[in-house]
């Protein structure tokens, strides 16, 4: 319902601030103000009804809107009252979208489309919007000419300022013939309208492969609206891929950094708005979308900020992406029974017990540089998340360089902190919610956080003489998740760390397909393998199924000797996860692999790849739990990949096991 103060209040037209301290001089800013960062989403970027979306837009914290008529034909209240409806949510109008098919057309078209834009003016009007998107014409009707635009559009001009209303032209990549937002620029310049500017969109520009340094030409006051979008490097109809494809800057493969590098270069101080036209999009959580569209325009104003020494928003300064030296420490939570059979695995994997905590129920296992926690504790977040997921990795801790600087970025990225319980005589270690809601504690080692071992466990008297199996760290952890959830992690990650995504790879499961792609840094001590199962008959998605959700479906430790470590685990009673003799013949085919070489991988279960740098050695346990597994790889020469030409028979080996 619209509030009978709000519902007095009349829509009227806003016209753009006045920004007092620019003044335009020869083409440089001679005195700048920094003006407040307005972040704006298209409606049609998320699911949901009307009210749905405009209540995550607003929750997201977002400025405003853009608004696409078909949104609120379904919605029971006339244009005043959808104006008013969007004012109650806390969010304006900055956009009006589309007007299509306006320029250079001849009679009698050209009078029709004049008469279609007054409607739009005073529905505008109604609204309490003022700027209307006119992207380029389509249809083949038009006549081209850039003159005869620039002509169309100084008359529109002076038919919109006399109902207070702005133009923004926008170039589509698929025009039919202003396609490119230089041309549509020269419209607009020769316009030479004071209520006719450009619309720019990141996506037209860097699908075409347009040098988006072009932009630097324009002058940021003729820029009326900036809409961002990135997307996956796809080989594709432009149109199709526009349509279906968009996600938010950071999540795809385009140059959105270097394009809004450019824009913010010009002086353009406006709006930064999502224009994201994406079907998974459309079917997902209207609030996680939301909030994803906002965490990645926060993070990539920073970029921006760090990149271009002048611009003109006012972007709330951050702490650098986060460098990221490792894990710390993995923990389980478990109950008592469950914890031993895990325990008895962490043994036969060469770890020893190396200490309890000095209050709660959690035992600390080591090996080389691996730490893992085993929580039975009954009160807390383990236990909770074991009531939730049963035995499976609750929390993990990652060294970085600056554990309060790492999460003052979470926090302004819109990452859920958590807040530590104060225990006396016991650390303290900052943390955030990740994927499945896990949580990701950062430990550096200035602070009095790299005194954890010491503070809050009790070390166990081990077994002087024994180093066990030759596993020294932890290589990669991998995240199962749904397929929709996937850019989600992928940005939270990429955001908030100092680490890159590789591209995605398909993995076949005989149930289905399973994407994966590995989010991690340079110096690779951070990586994070994310798998996105599309449906329950994978072994992905029973594990989701299964656990209700919990994430960590393997832990792969790193090894110098995988031949050496696999006599020993044997010698130890590991159970490793049998690979067919058909594996073996496929690989000795593909890689020409010697006869002595092979049967020592085939003796032993061991898996091979390799890549241009170097080779990859990886051998599994057993399938346990709820399907949970431990992986050891021997990374050799600078080979970065994860062995994902191997996943499909380990996939096939697993299910056997199952069986
Ligand atoms: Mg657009
Ligand atoms: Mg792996």
New binding site residues.
């Given amino acids: 319902m619209i509030s009978p103060q709000l519902g007095a209040r009349k829509p009227v037209c806003r016209m753009l601030p006045l920004w007092p301290g620019s003044i335009w001089r020869g083409g440089d800013i001679m005195q700048t103000r920094q003006a407040a960062l307005k972040t704006s989403i298209a409606t049609v970027s998320i699911a949901g009804d009307f009210r749905e979306k405009l209540s995550a837009i607003s929750r997201a914290g977002y400025t405003g809107i853009e608004i696409f008529e078909q949104d609120f034909v379904g919605y029971d209240g006339s244009p005043v009252d959808v104006g008013w409806l969007v004012g109650d949510y806390g969010l304006e109008i900055m956009l009006f979208q589309p007007f299509r098919d306006f320029e250079g057309l001849p009679e009698p078209y050209r009078s029709r489309a004049f008469d279609r834009a007054e409607r739009k003016f005073d529905l505008m009007n109604d609204l309490g919007v003022d700027l209307v998107l006119v992207c380029s014409n389509i249809s083949p009707a038009a006549l081209g000419g850039i003159d005869r635009a620039a002509n169309d559009f100084a008359e529109l001009g002076e038919r919109a300022k006399a109902k207070n209303i702005r133009i923004g032209y926008e170039a589509l990549a698929w025009g039919r013939h202003i396609n490119d937002h230089r041309d549509a620029w020269e419209v607009v310049r020769r316009a030479d309208h004071s209520n006719v500017g450009i619309i720019l969109d990141s996506f037209h520009t860097l699908g075409r492969k347009i040098d988006p340094d072009s932009i630097r030409s324009i002058p940021g006051d003729k820029i009326f609206f900036v809409q961002l979008a990135d997307a996956p490097k796809i080989d594709m109809d432009l149109f199709y891929w526009s349509r279906h494809f968009r996600n938010m800057p950071g999540e795809g493969d385009l140059a959105v950094v270097d394009f809004m590098r450019a824009v913010a270069a010009t002086g353009y101080h406006g709006p930064l708005s999502l224009e994201i036209f994406n079907d998974q999009f459309r079917g997902g959580s209207p609030l996680t979308i939301a909030r994803d569209g906002h965490r990645s325009l926060v993070s990539l104003m920073d970029d921006v900020r760090r990149l271009e020494p002048d611009i003109h928003f006012d972007v709330a300064p951050m702490p650098p992406r986060s460098r990221c030296h490792g894990f710390e420490f993995i923990e389980f939570t478990s109950n008592e029974q469950e914890a031993e059979e895990l325990a008895s695995m962490l043994r036969a994997l060469g770890f020893e017990l190396a200490g309890n905590h000095v209050s709660k129920r959690v035992a600390r296992w080591c090996q080389g540089d691996i730490n893992i926690l085993i929580n039975t504790d009954e009160a807390g977040f383990a236990h909770s998340a074991y009531q939730t997921h049963g035995t499976s990795v609750c929390d993990m801790a990652l060294r970085v360089d600056d554990a309060a600087d790492t999460i003052a970025r979470a926090r302004e990225l819109g990452a859920k902190i958590v807040k530590a319980a104060d225990i006396a005589d016991e650390l303290s270690i900052p943390a955030i919610k990740g994927v499945g809601d896990g949580i990701v504690r950062f430990i550096d080692g200035d602070s009095e956080l790299a005194r954890l071992w010491d503070v809050d466990f009790k070390a166990v008297k081990g077994n002087a003489t024994f180093v066990g199996v030759g596993l020294r760290s932890i290589d ?1 952890l ?1 995240q199962t998740m749904k397929y929709e959830e996937m850019l989600t992690w992928t940005l939270f990650y990429t955001s908030i760390f100092d680490a890159d995504k590789v591209a995605m790879v398909d993995v076949v499961d005989p149930g289905g397909l399973v994407r994966s792609r590995a989010i991690q840094n340079k110096s690779g001590k951070l990586r994070i ?1 994310l798998n996105g199962a599309e449906n329950q008959n994978t072994l992905a998605g029973r594990f989701i199924k299964q656990t209700v959700g919990a994430t960590v479906q ?1 832990i ?1 430790f790193g090894c110098a000797d995988i031949f050496a470590t696999a006599e020993q685990l044997s010698q130890r009673g590991f159970e490793t996860l049998l690979m067919s003799a058909n594996y073996y013949d496929d690989l000795g085919a593909r890689f020409g692999l010697e006869e002595s070489f092979l049967s020592r991988l085939k003796d032993l279960n061991i898996l091979y790849d390799e890549d241009e740098n170097g080779n990859f050695f ?1 051998l599994y346990s057993r399938p346990w739990g709820d399907e949970l597994f431990f ?1 050891i ?1 021997q990374r050799d020469d600078g080979y970065e990949g ?2 994902a030409a191997n996943a499909p028979f380990r996939i096939a080996a697993q299910k056997r096991d199952l069986a």
């Fill in positions: 990669h991998a393998t393997h792969a990886q992986e790889v994860y062995g």
